[in-house]
């Protein structure tokens, strides 16, 4: 029932940045939750930013201070502004949504920080 495009992703050197997007096929205001996963090679999936729907946005303690989430909801689409970037950065990144407690991935999204 949701669908997503995902932009943004690529190979960056430690302490660049890239803004990841993620626009859904259906009007975002109305989900419960919405935001970004993470994969990295050898790890499970973990949250890395998200809103909910009372309006608090949480990161994971290892991306604060250098990530920022947001989202347009006239144009159905989260972001990922992602600044100092580190190689432990380096993962597969997926939009999702929960709504009426169905989860919605996107395909995801490659990230690559290195050298």
């Known amino acids: 029932q949701v669908q997503f495009v995902e932009s943004g992703g690529g190979s960056v050197q430690p302490g660049g940045s890239l803004r990841l997007s993620c626009t859904a096929s259906r009007a975002i205001d109305s989900f419960y939750s919405m935001g970004w996963y993470r994969q990295a090679p050898g790890k499970q999936r973990e949250l890395v930013a998200r809103?909910?729907?009372?309006?608090?946005?949480n990161y994971v303690d290892s991306v604060k201070g250098r990530f920022t989430f947001s989202r347009d909801n006239a144009k159905n689409t989260l972001y990922l502004q992602m600044s100092s970037l580190k190689p432990e950065d380096t993962a597969v990144y997926y939009c999702?949504?929960?709504?009426?407690?169905?989860?919605?991935w996107g395909e995801g999204l490659l990230v690559t920080v290195s050298s």
């Open positions: 809103i909910t729907s009372d309006g608090n946005i």
């Open positions: 999702h949504v929960l709504k009426n407690y169905m989860n919605y």
